[in-house]
Every structure is written in structure tokens, then in C-alpha cells.
């Protein structure tokens, strides 16, 4: 199976580093032209410059946006008016008890989880429907049906992205253009590191060990016992972003380790 996206342009959201960044890498690495986005410049620039080095192109566009706003969002698309691949991948998790998680927990994962994929899609969606092809994938996660305890505003977020999705791919009907939800489980991303790594720093031990026990104690159904790494999950969102997987739309598509224990 050869996955060739040559002549597609695609973004990804918040693809400065985590399984954002492992994205864009394999989007790349099939040929696209590909849309690299973060909140600052910095970071943004440097990501396409380590990108543009592993895999010798010269095709990595930047925009720094924060996708969080409607002005964030706005800008980038006034910088990208026309995109084939939109991948809604930044996002936030902070573990906070319910009762501890204010309004503003609540809004700010909601606004950066959901409504930078609604507001992109709203943009990009009518220009891949006048060309009759196009792709567009929300980064949700098992925690959208195995809702976390510790983390109830993550999981409402993420069950959110699911509907999304589903919904918009009924509204593409008929057309070339597939929307799709992905659900990783536990994924070795930067974010994970961080929110590991007082374990890690209690421990000793090497990340991955930290990872599988978090995994092992926190998310018990898990069949490989591990986290998942970053390029994992990033194969299955390459595979759903090119035309292979055109009869595949409106799913929410596991990557989760067996986590969900549902057939
Ligand atoms: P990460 O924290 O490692 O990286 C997130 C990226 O998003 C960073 O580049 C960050 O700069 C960017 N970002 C955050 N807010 C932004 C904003 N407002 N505007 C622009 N960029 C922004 O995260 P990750 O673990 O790679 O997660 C990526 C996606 O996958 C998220 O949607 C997350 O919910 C989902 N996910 C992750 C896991 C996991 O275990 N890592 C599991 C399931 C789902």
C-alpha cells in the first residue's frame, strides 16, 4: 500500500511537538505540503526547521496561531485559504477534580479541544466540498467513552469531538469529502512527559517504564500495557488523510491500545 499525498496541502493543529508533530512528519514524508501551527513563533519556526531537516523538503509552512480564539483561527485561515487535509490535533488535558475544576478549566478546554476543529471546519469545509475532496480528522481520544474520574472535563471535550465529527461527515454526504474522529489512548507525547515526570523524577526509571505503570494503574483495560508512541498514532491519521480510506467517514477510529473494552 503506497500513501501518496502529493498535491494536498494539510494542516495540523498544534503540531509543534507531540503526536501534532509526528503528523505533520508523516504528511510530509507522503508528500504534502504541509501547515505547521503553534501558539508562538518560536517554537512554530523551529519545528518546521527540525521538520525540513529529517526529511529534506522545503515545503513546511508556518503559522503561529493561537487556534484557541476565533481571531486565532481567523488568521490562520486568512494565511491558508484553501486546504485538502485539516487535522484538528491541538488540544489540552489537565487532571482536576470535579469540584476543584472551575468555569474557566471548563471553557479552556472546551475552547481549544472543540471549538478550534468547529471554527476550522466551518472554514475549510465548503472549499474542499466545491473540489469534492478532502479530509478532515479530530485528534479525540478514549477518554470521548471511558470518561476519566480525574478528568471529567477532558472526557466531555473529547466525547464532543466524536459528535462533531459524526456530524459533519453526515452534512459531507454524498461527497468526497470524509471527516473522522481518531481515539488514542495513552500516547508518550510531550504532554504526556510532562504530566509524568514527577513520577519520573521520583522513580529514576526511564520515561516508557513510567508510562507503561501509569498505564497499567490508570487505564487497566488496556490490552498492550503500554503507551502508544506518537509515530503509532500518527500511521493510522496518514492512513485516514489519504485517498486509501476513501468508504471510511463518520467513524470515531480506535488507536487506543484496547483501552475501550467494547467490541
Ligand atoms: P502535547 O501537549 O504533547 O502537544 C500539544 C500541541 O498543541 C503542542 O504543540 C502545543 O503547543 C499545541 N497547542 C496547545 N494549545 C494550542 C492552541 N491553543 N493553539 C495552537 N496550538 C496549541 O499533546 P499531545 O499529547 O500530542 O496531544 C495531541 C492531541 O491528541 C490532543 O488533542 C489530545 O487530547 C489528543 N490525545 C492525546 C493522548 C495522549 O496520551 N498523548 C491521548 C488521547 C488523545
Not at 46 to 71: H, M, N, Q, W
Not at 123 to 144: C, K
Not at 225 to 244: I, M
Request: aromatic share 4%; hydrophobic share 45%; charged share 20%.
Amino acid at each position: 500500500m503506497q500513501i501518496d499525498l502529493t498535491g494536498k496541502t494539510a494542516l495540523v493543529t498544534g503540531s509543534t511537538e507531540g503526536i501534532g508533530y509526528a503528523i505533520a512528519r508523516q504528511l510530509a514524508k507522503a508528500g504534502a505540503q504541509v501547515v505547521v501551527n503553534g501558539r508562538s513563533e518560536d517554537k512554530t519556526a523551529s519545528a518546521a526547521k527540525r521538520l525540513t531537516a529529517e526529511l529534506s523538503v522545503s515545503t513546511i509552512k508556518t503559522v503561529a496561531a493561537d487556534v484557541s480564539t476565533a481571531e486565532g483561527c481567523a488568521a490562520l485561515v486568512a494565511e491558508v485559504p484553501h486546504l485538502d487535509i485539516l487535522i484538528n490535533n491541538a488540544g489540552i488535558f489537565q487532571p482536576i477534580d470535579f469540584f476543584d475544576a472551575g468555569d474557566d478549566v471548563w471553557d479552556r478546554h472546551w475552547q481549544v479541544n472543540v471549538m478550534s476543529g468547529v471554527r476550522l471546519s466551518r472554514a475549510y469545509l465548503p472549499g474542499m466540498r466545491r473540489r469534492d475532496w478532502g479530509r478532515v480528522i479530530f485528534l479525540a481520544s478514549e477518554s470521548a467513552f471511558n470518561i476519566p474520574v480525574d478528568m471529567i472535563h477532558y472526557g466531555v471535550t473529547k466525547t464532543a469531538d466524536v459528535a462533531v465529527a459524526r456530524g459533519l461527515a453526515k452534512r459531507m454526504a454524498g461527497t468526497g469529502v470524509t471527516v473522522n474522529s481518531v481515539l488514542p489512548g495513552p500516547t508518550l507525547s510531550k504532554g504526556v512527559e510532562s504530566m509524568l515526570a514527577d513520577e519520573q523524577a521520583k522513580t529514576g526509571l526511564p520515561i516508557e517504564q513510567v508510562a507503561a505503570s501509569f498505564v497499567r494503574q490508570h487505564r487497566s483495560t488496556s490490552i498492550i500495557q503500554r503507551a502508544a508512541s506518537v509515530d503509532e498514532v500518527a500511521n493510522l491519521v496518514t492512513y485516514l488523510a489519504s485517498p486509501l480510506a476513501s468508504a471510511t467517514t463518520g467513524a470515531a477510529v480506535r488507536v487506543d491500545g484496547g483501552v475501550i473494552d467494547t467490541l
